[in-house]
T-cell receptor, first 117, second 116 residues
Framework: AQKVTQAQTEISVVEKEDVTLDCVYE???????LFWYKQPPSGELVFLIR??????QNEISGRYSWNFQKSTSSFNFTITASQVVDSAVYFC??????????????FGKGTKLSVKP | DSGVTQTPKHLITATGQRVTLRCSPR?????VYWYQQSLDQGLQFLIQ???????AKGNILERFSAQQFPDLHSELNLSSLELGDSALYFC???????????????FGSGTQLSVL
């Protein structure tokens, strides 16, 4: 079965704190892709990052960083020095070609991050 | 702005009715996807079209149907609406890269459907 688990339903931090959003995935495929999307209060889904299963290098983009570990099937997302504008729901998602489901992004339930001033 | 346009932004209707949601993909994108976001089910994949043809199907009810037109815009038709169909419906598009699973999806702002 393919599944994405975001165990943290809600996180609240104070501005400038670092925060890590956890994502654990399950798949039997050896080739797969992992994504993070942000959904701000306005409602749209904004793409943040895509990572394929063969590339375990960590990635840093400004205040955002991602840690991909195949050994633990995790793809965690860290925001450094959080800001109020980071307040949003963050979704982790998995995509494979298994069973003809090419279009199927499997989303986790999301983690609602609230950054207070 | 993702470049994906969805109309209308909000839709309020009654049970038993039929509605049509419209999506215009990013310029040049051939693939269109529909997703449903509800409080209890989260974000769920409904259906995908590629260049006018159905390519993949997810948890889409028989009361729902979709199509992609020659100009690549897509419509999602929801009929015999029930209270439980109230949700945010997203359309997404992507270019064809040759690796289906690697496609990055660009999402529209969604249509909020309220069934009363």
């Amino acid at each position: 079965a393919q599944k994405v688990t975001q165990a943290q339903t809600e996180i609240s931090v104070v501005e400038k704190e670092d925060v890590t959003l956890d994502c654990v995935y399950e798949t039997r495929d050896t080739t797969y892709y992992l994504f993070w999307y942000k959904q701000p209060p306005s409602g749209e889904l904004v793409f943040l990052i895509r990572r394929n299963s063969f590339d375990e290098q960590n990635e840093i983009s400004g205040r955002y960083s991602w840690n991909f570990q195949k050994s633990t099937s995790s793809f965690n997302f860290t925001i450094t020095a959080s800001q109020v504008v980071d307040s949003a729901v963050y979704f982790c998602a998995l995509k494979t070609d298994y069973g003809g489901s090419q279009g199927n992004l499997i989303f986790g339930k999301g983690t609602k991050l609230s950054v207070k001033p | 702005d993702s470049g994906v346009t969805q109309t209308p932004k909000h839709l309020i209707t009654a049970t038993g009715q039929r509605v049509t949601l419209r999506c215009s993909p990013r310029s040049g994108d051939l693939s269109v996807y529909w997703y449903q976001q509800s409080l209890d089910q989260g974000l769920q994949f409904l259906i995908q079209y590629y260049n006018g043809e159905e390519r993949a199907k997810g948890n889409i009810l028989e009361r729902f149907s979709a199509q992609q037109f020659p100009d690549l815009h897509s419509e999602l038709n929801l009929s015999s609406l029930e209270l439980g169909d109230s949700a945010l419906y997203f359309c997404a598009s992507s270019p064809w890269t040759g690796e289906a699973a690697n496609e990055k999806l660009f999402f529209g702002s969604g249509t909020q459907l309220s069934v009363l």
